[in-house]
């Protein structure tokens, strides 16, 4: 029984700034055997997402840096992962602005932590399935395809070997763009992430891993296979089929 549950039980961040608060609750629930690790803010918290994957983030609000909404904002179209938002805030404003940025419950605190745990399972039903980070996990493809992939520079479009579209937003154009313009060569992910995020901003190589994970996931969705973008250890991404700039 102890065995199934260590299986199933999600997996789970604590990203809280106060150290008491986040040693007592990664304590709790450890103790009720939950696989978790917890970081004080949002930088530290991209850098553990890009090496550890978690099916449910506890997010503190009042984080140094960034703040919890943005990061919620950043997670909201991951569909595998499930934020609850912790905050003293508890005006409707701030709960309401926490649901918005793509929260699956605002606690108020302080918390109790027996409800939290109450909250995990109540919303963790969707994924008891052992699930994992996109980004990291090969989808297979509905059918071999040996075209070019096409990018679409004036409307922001990709298009897939068999003609399926998809419009990109800003950054995912840019990202594909300097790929494409590799040609299959490796291009570095910090090149990437300060060309995207700017290079003033401390997260942008840790945002990059969750753009390029939310991408893969559109065009798993609309293409019925997966992105041909490899991870080169220690060097970036390379776009490994044949592409066509528009």
């Known amino acids: ?27 709790y629930l450890r103790a ?7 970081v004080g803010s949002a930088e530290d918290f991209y850098k553990r997402l890009a090496v550890d994957a978690i099916d449910v983030v506890v997010l503190d609000i009042g ?15 991951l ?5 609850i938002i912790t905050s003293a805030r508890s005006a409707l404003d701030d709960r309401l602005a926490g649901l ?8 108020v605190k302080p918390i109790n932590l ?10 963790g039903r969707r994924s008891a399935q052992p699930v994992s980070n996109p980004a990291a996990e090969p989808i297979k493809a509905e059918k ?10 004036q409307d922001w479009r990709l298009t897939s070997p068999d003609g399926k579209t998809l419009d990109l937003t800003a950054r995912e154009f840019y990202l594909l763009d300097y ?7 490796a291009v570095s992910r910090i090149l990437i992430a300060n060309k995207i995020f700017g290079a003033r901003v401390l997260t942008g190589s840790e945002r990059l891993d969750v753009l390029l994970a939310r991408l893969r996931k559109k065009c798993a969705t609309t293409f019925g296979q997966p992105l041909p973008i490899k991870t080169v250890h220690q060097v970036g991404y390379a776009f490994t089929a044949p592409v066509v700039l528009e």
């Open 179 to 185: 790929l494409f313009e590799a040609r299959g060569e």
């Open 100 to 107: 918005k940025a793509g929260a699956d419950r605002y606690l």
């Open 63 to 77: 984080l140094p840096g960034e703040d919890g909404i943005s990061v919620a904002r950043h997670l909201s179209e």
């Open 1 to 27: 029984m102890t065995s199934h549950l260590h299986v199933t039980l999600p997996r789970i961040a604590v990203v809280e700034d106060d150290h008491d608060l986040r040693d007592i609750t990664l304590e």
């Open 79 to 83: 569909p595998y992962l499930t934020v």
């Open 114 to 123: 027996t409800e939290l745990i109450a909250n995990i399972e109540t919303i």
């Open 144 to 153: 071999s395809t040996s075209g070019p992939w096409l990018l679409a520079r």
């Open 32 to 38: 009720h055997g939950y696989p978790v690790w917890g």
